[in-house]
């Protein structure tokens, strides 16, 4: 069973950039689609991003589209957000996870297997 845990959140304003890391142990990254979701407070979990198991395939919720870029280096079982020109929206903790579907399929179901603890991400107007 893979093991995940976010790092790089923070308290940043409107415009500025971040980049969040998922780092994986217990398991080899390449075996699963990565993915990342936020929750806001009183609000549903939603999915932000995923990539596909060798990173040829990416899909975006449409609000981040432009603005958000994921990445996979399978080598250093690590998954990566990062996060430009953010704004007070995004304010959410960010959760990573590893999934046995392909990325597509996370992107349309909102489901995966693995889930981290999630990392806070405040964005000040």
């Known amino acids: 069973q893979v093991q995940l845990v976010e790092s790089g959140g923070g308290l940043v304003q409107a415009g500025d950039s971040l980049r969040l890391s998922c780092a994986a142990s217990?398991?080899?990254?390449?075996?699963?689609?990565m993915g990342w979701f936020r929750q806001a407070p009183g609000k549903d979990r939603e999915f932000v991003s995923s990539?596909?198991?060798?990173?040829?395939?990416?899909y975006y919720k449409e609000v981040v589209k432009g603005r958000f870029t994921i990445s996979r280096d399978n080598a250093k079982n690590t998954c990566y957000l990062q996060m430009e020109n953010l704004r007070p929206e995004d304010t959410a903790v960010y959760y990573c996870?590893?999934?046995?579907?392909?990325?597509?399929?996370?992107?349309?179901?909102?489901?995966?297997?693995?889930w981290g603890q999630g990392t806070q991400v405040t964005v000040s107007s």
């Open positions: 996870t590893a999934g046995l579907a392909t990325a597509r399929t996370m992107s349309e179901t909102l489901k995966s297997n693995y």
């Open positions: 217990g398991g080899t990254l390449s075996t699963y689609a």
């Open positions: 990539i596909s198991k060798v990173g040829t395939a990416v």
